[in-house]
């Protein structure tokens, strides 16, 4: 937390990149960005955001955090959302995401969590693909669209 703009700025590169070719993505800037995640911080858990770094550099990151859902209906928290692992594609596919999944696991088992629930990952998509390594699907969705007359 003492590096909140640093990280927010990792965080904006890493996934300004890594998601550029992803479907339905849709640039933002790095204001929008961070005004996003600026919001919730207050509720994140920083050793829940790993930012992965080569030479000083960002090249991945894992974003997780608390179900607050479960405070609201009066339960006790016991899972986390991984909301994001986001690794720069040339550093995709030597391990990076997985490693990250690991231990951001193994962190919230330390911090006394019990689940880990891997959040709107799309069929197809490589962090899907480690996810299964992990996880298996509890709910799926399915996106509609309409052409509208004029």
């Given at each position: 937390m003492q590096r909140i703009e640093e990280d927010l700025?990792?965080?904006?590169?890493?996934?300004?990149?890594g998601f550029?070719?992803?479907?339905?993505y849709a640039p933002i800037d790095e204001a929008e960005f961070s005004a996003q995640y600026r919001h919730i911080l207050p509720r994140v858990r920083p050793?829940?955001?790993l930012i992965a770094e080569l030479r000083n550099q960002p090249?991945?990151?894992?974003?997780?955090?608390?179900?607050?859902?479960?405070?609201g209906r009066g339960q006790a928290i016991d899972t986390v959302i991984l909301k994001t692992v986001a690794v720069l594609p040339e550093h995709a596919g030597v391990g990076l995401g997985s490693l990250l999944m690991a231990c951001g696991h193994e962190i919230?088992?330390?911090l006394g969590y019990t689940r880990v629930i891997h959040a709107l990952m799309i069929e197809g998509n490589?962090?899907?693909k480690i996810s299964h390594h992990y996880a298996h699907t509890i709910?799926?969705?399915?996106?509609?669209?309409?052409a509208l007359g004029r």
């Open positions: 700025h990792s965080l904006y590169i890493v996934s300004r990149t550029q070719s992803n479907f339905l050793e829940m955001v090249i991945g990151f894992l974003f997780e955090l608390p179900d607050l859902l479960q405070a919230a088992q330390t490589h962090s899907r709910r799926r969705y399915t996106l509609f669209a309409r």
